[in-house]
């Protein structure tokens, strides 16, 4: 497998819920390296554009609505095979289908308020990591 970097957030169910320092434990004893952390609270236009694939989908405003109703923590992580191995960390989007283990199935209260977002493939990767961080700010 070879070394990849992908983008993540902890979600505002999460932060507010008080789940921030778990799932970066969970993280980082699975192997990743946090290259890049920070607190942000997203505007509405950061969160549209973000989503911005979404925008036909019956849930995007509702999805922007909740991206901004406060702190999220995003996140740059490296490990081998990191977008794969960050997905299956992360579990289902809808938490009713997550693994055991996953952080969905420990901490998501339903499918939209699913406590973590991650790159779903090299390119999204490659797009969501400096939609976020500049090049100083990884480490
Ligand atoms: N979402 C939602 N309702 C749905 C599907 C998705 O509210 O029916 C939200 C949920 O927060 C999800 C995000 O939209 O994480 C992006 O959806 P996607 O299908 O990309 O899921 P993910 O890649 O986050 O697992
Ligand atoms: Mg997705």
Redesign the pocket.
């Known amino acids: 497998m070879a070394l990849e970097r992908t983008f993540g957030i902890i979600k505002p169910d999460a932060v507010k819920n008080g789940n921030t320092g778990e799932i970066l434990t969970m993280i980082q004893k699975d192997g990743f390296r946090i290259v890049g952390m920070k607190m942000r609270r997203l505007s509405k236009h950061e969160a549209e554009a973000f989503y911005a694939v ?1 925008k036909e989908r019956p ?1 995007y405003s ?2 922007v609505t909740f991206m901004t109703e406060g702190p999220v923590v995003v996140l740059a992580l490296e490990r081998e095979g990191a977008i794969a191995k960050w997905r299956e960390l992360m579990g289902a ?1 809808n938490p009713a289908n997550a693994a055991e283990g996953t952080i969905r199935k420990k901490f998501a209260e339903n ?2 308020r ?1 406590s973590v ?1 991650g790159s ?1 493939a090299p390119e999204t990767a490659a797009q969501e990591i400096p939609f976020f961080f500049s090049s100083s700010e990884l480490l």
């Open positions: 979404h849930f509702g999805l989007t499918i939209e699913n977002h779903d």
